[in-house]
């Protein structure tokens, strides 16, 4: 039986995965909680195999959570469930230790699907995603900024789109100021913006607000 830990703000959204698999001959939901911070107290009371996690989450986004989880849990295997672009954080959440990345518009199937296939070592990428990695398409602008992004300045675009400052940034990131504007000043260079409202626009072009 495969345990799961799903995590995520919503309570609508906790209660519907636990229920869908309630009587699943493979797949149990062992718990679910709320914020970033309590997917630690869990782990390490309870044995979990597959994390199914937001990326907006309160405390500690999603991100960063999956970073420490990997660093504690190697072999714990982390799903990001959001609405977010899948173009946009798909890329950005593997690079951080991600199994896989789902769309939270995809059908119960897939769900399953996905925590089968992470459980047993896979990386799960919708069929569109994984073409757009194997497609390098010169032309495609939104994709070519991306792929220049690493994904802690994905991290600080995201919140400074939502109207975040440099000291909230950094509590949320667990980083100081100083290394806050460093990612801002390489986020104008790479963007090719001078300003943070052109910075938020271009924010917007690619999906990531």
Sequence with gaps: MIKVLVVDYHPIVRKGLKLLFESDPEIEVVGTVGTGIEIFEFIRRYPVDVIISEIDLPELNGITALRAIKKEHENLRV???SYHPEEIYAI????AGASGYLSKTVDT???RDAIIKVHNGGIYLSANMEKHLHFDDTRNTKSKLYKRLSTREVEVLKLL???????????ELDINEKT????KARLFKKLNVTNLVDLIHQAQHMGTV
Excluded: D, P, Q, R
Aim: glycine residues 4%; proline residues 0%; aromatic residues 8%.
């Design 109 to 111: 199937k897939t769900i």
């Design 79 to 81: 799903i990001m469930f």
């Design 180 to 183: 806050v504007s460093t990612y």
């Design 161 to 171: 789109s939502t109207g975040k400052k440099n000291k909230e940034i950094a509590l």
């Design 92 to 95: 950005s959440s593997i690079k």
